[in-house]
């Protein structure tokens, strides 16, 4: 049973980088049948789906979302990590990391929230 | 606006049977791509309730069903019992957009 830990600081200054990190444990990052994702939830509202990569390397990205965002994976320490510059206000949300075998998020991290603000 | 379409509240009282919709479009649904459910109880993570359209996992009660037609996709609630209040979520795949897409979620009420 893959479980998932986010981390990173809860709070971010307008115009910064925003970076979370998720522990993997249970399993291997490396592992060929899932991909890893981070997907966010603003205070009050749904889920939207940011970035997922393969564990051969290979990306997808949300489309409104791609020319801030990078995710990529730390093999040696089993962590799956998001990076998202120029961060505002409208950035403020609960990030979740999650694995999905192909096509639905079978595990989910207990979610980070992270507030822009100055 | 999310891409996939659900309402944004039903209710029903205990033991009723409720649906909760999710429409889309010939890019996600209509194209194939299966369908799945979430169900998020407040302050949790989301947790699969459905998926591949009609498969439950093996911890879910018999009384959570799925279903599809078209662009669109169904959840049905048998029994409806208190502890089934929380918010429900459809997602897919939409070759549009080349990612995962979500509806804007269902708070389910129960009487």
């Known amino acids: 049973q893959l479980q998932l830990q986010e981390s990173g600081p809860g709070l971010v200054k307008p115009s910064e980088t925003l970076s979370l990190t998720c522990a993997v444990s249970?399993?291997?990052?490396?592992?060929?049948?899932?991909?890893w994702g981070w997907i966010r939830q603003p205070p009050g509202q749904g889920l939207e789906w940011i970035a997922s990569m393969y564990y051969s390397g290979s990306t997808q990205y949300n489309p409104s979302l791609k020319s801030r965002v990078t995710i990529f994976v730390d093999t040696s320490k089993n962590q799956v990590s998001l990076k998202m510059t120029s961060v505002t206000a409208a950035d403020t949300a609960v990030y979740f990391c999650?694995?999905?075998?192909?096509?639905?998020?079978?595990?989910w991290g207990q979610g980070a929230l992270v507030t822009i603000s100055s | 606006q999310s891409v996939l379409t659900q309402p944004p509240s039903v209710s029903g009282a205990p033991g009723q049977r409720v649906t909760i919709s999710c429409t889309g479009s010939s890019s996600n649904i209509g194209a194939g791509y299966d369908v799945h459910w979430y169900r998020q109880l407040p302050g949790t993570a989301p947790k699969v309730l459905i998926y591949?359209?009609?498969i439950r996992p093996s911890a879910v009660t018999d009384r959570f069903s799925g279903s599809t037609s078209g662009t669109s996709a169904s959840l049905a609630i048998t029994d409806l019992q208190a502890e089934d209040e929380a918010d429900y979520y459809c997602q897919s795949y939409d070759k549009t957009l080349s990612g995962w897409v979500f509806g804007g979620g269902t708070k389910l009420t129960v009487l």
């Open positions: 591949a359209n009609n």
């Open positions: 249970g399993g291997s990052i490396n592992r060929s049948t899932y991909y």
């Open positions: 999650t694995s999905h075998l192909g096509a639905y998020f079978a595990y």
